[in-house]
Antibody, heavy 119, light 110 residues
Framework: EVQLVESGGGPVKPGGSLRLSCAAS????????MNWVRQAPGKGLEWVSS????????YYANSMKGRFTISRDNAKKSLYLQMNSLRAEDTAVYYC????????????WGQGTLVIVSS | QSVLTQPPSASGTPGQRVTISCSGS????????VYWYQQLPGTAPKLLIS???QRPSGVPDRFSGSKSGTSASLAISGLRSEDEADYSC???????????FGGGTKLTVL
């Protein structure tokens, strides 16, 4: 059974940093591209970043470029999102999702981890 | 302001057929596949329609998708109370080199 479990969310002050993790199981992690998608409270889904299976290709949404860094460790079957210079508008549930880095087909999602940016 | 435009709400009574639209542009819907996601209250999104009109395994055939030009639609026939959820469309955008989502449509079953 495919499972994606996010962790690392929580409260953080504006300007602070946070590192999210996503532990994968039930599939050959190293063969799949992975993604982060977020959802602000009461709002729609917003794509954050994508990374190809071997980390060759990486994409970010414009509003995250320069502040967020996506990475992965195939040996640990884990996906990461390093978030710096956090703003109030980054407050959201962050989901990791399996899917091609050049497409928007996400066939498995984690349960999400909540990030709250507030002073 | 989402790149893909969806109506914020839709409604229908049990047994009815409802459609949800998703409007984009040549750089997204016009040149790439459209996907639809269903998000039940308090849960993670679930892939509902793949590659414009394909249903992943386990998705009832009451759900169907279509695409024409720079617009797409999700149709739900034989509406059931458990269909009450948020529905979002998504597509890759060639100009942005990224994924764009619609703002989501909250479906209410009256």
């Amino acid at each position: 059974e495919v499972q994606l479990v996010e962790s690392g969310g929580g409260p953080v002050k504006p300007g602070g940093s946070l590192r999210l993790s996503c532990a994968a199981s039930g599939f050959t992690f190293s063969s799949y591209s992975m993604n982060w998608v977020r959802q602000a409270p009461g709002k729609g889904l917003e794509w954050v970043s994508s990374i190809s299976s071997s980390s060759t290709y990486i994409y970010y949404a414009n509003s995250m470029k320069g502040r967020f860094t996506i990475s992965r460790d195939n040996a640990k079957k884990s996906l990461y999102l390093q978030m710096n210079s956090l703003r109030a508008e980054d407050t959201a549930v962050y989901y990791c999702a399996r899917g091609d880095y050049y497409d928007s087909e996400y066939d498995y999602w984690g349960q999400g981890t909540l990030v709250i940016v507030s002073s | 302001q989402s790149v893909l435009t969806q109506p914020p709400s839709a409604s229908g009574t049990p047994g009815q057929r409802v459609t949800i639209s998703c409007s984009g542009s040549n750089s997204n819907i016009g040149s790439n596949y459209v996907y639809w996601y269903q998000q039940l209250p308090g849960t993670a999104p679930k892939l509902l329609i793949s590659r414009n009109n394909q249903r992943p395994s386990g998705v009832p055939d009451r759900f169907s998708g279509s695409k024409s030009g720079t617009s797409a639609s999700l149709a739900i026939s034989g509406l059931r109370s458990e269909d009450e959820a948020d529905y979002s469309c998504a597509a890759w955008d060639d100009s942005l080199s990224g994924v764009v989502f619609g703002g989501g449509t909250k479906l209410t079953v009256l």
